[in-house]
């Protein structure tokens, strides 16, 4: 659709964004691309995983830890692994974090099949608990 057009468009596969038309104006994004870093064994997420893509192998699991993330931190996960991979809610100062499955209210450890993906989403964070949302293709 063009600026100004109020007809609907639907797009039905890979689209990547670098112009967009919002009420007449034109607002630039830099691309939709993922940064991507490949990860092995067990290991804890941090803020140099945010808004990057994590293909993990090997064993071991993912720990999500209370008190580093900031709401809207976004960290999506596939598994490369030949088998299922937890992830874990961490422990931290205060209490720990709660990683909920989306469209639910069930909390706790996930997991990640092989070739599955998922994204983690800070929804709150305090010093009293961080909630993250889970959701993602071959998670249980």
């Known amino acids: 659709a063009s600026a100004g057009n109020s007809s ?3 797009a039905v596969g890979i689209v990547t ?7 007449g104006s034109s607002v630039t994004t830099g691309g939709s691309a993922f940064t991507v ?4 064994g ?3 997420l941090t803020t140099t995983d945010v808004g990057k893509l994590l293909i993990v192998n090997g064993t071991g699991d993912i720990t999500v830890p209370q008190g580093t993330f900031t709401v809207g931190d976004v960290i999506s996960i596939l598994n490369g692994a030949s088998q299922d ?7 931290g100062s205060g209490t720990d974090p ?6 639910t209210y069930v909390t706790g450890d996930r997991s990640l099949a092989d070739n599955g993906v998922c994204t983690i989403i800070c929804e709150y964070a305090s010093d009293i608990g961080d909630n993250f949302i889970i959701s993602g293709s071959g998670l249980s």
């Open 98 to 103: 709660v990683l909920r499955f989306a469209g």
């Open 37 to 40: 870093a490949n990860k092995n």
């Open 85 to 91: 991979k937890t992830i874990k809610q961490g422990t």
């Open 42 to 44: 067990a290991f804890t």
């Open 8 to 10: 609907k468009v639907l």
């Open 17 to 23: 964004c670098h112009d967009l038309f919002v009420d």
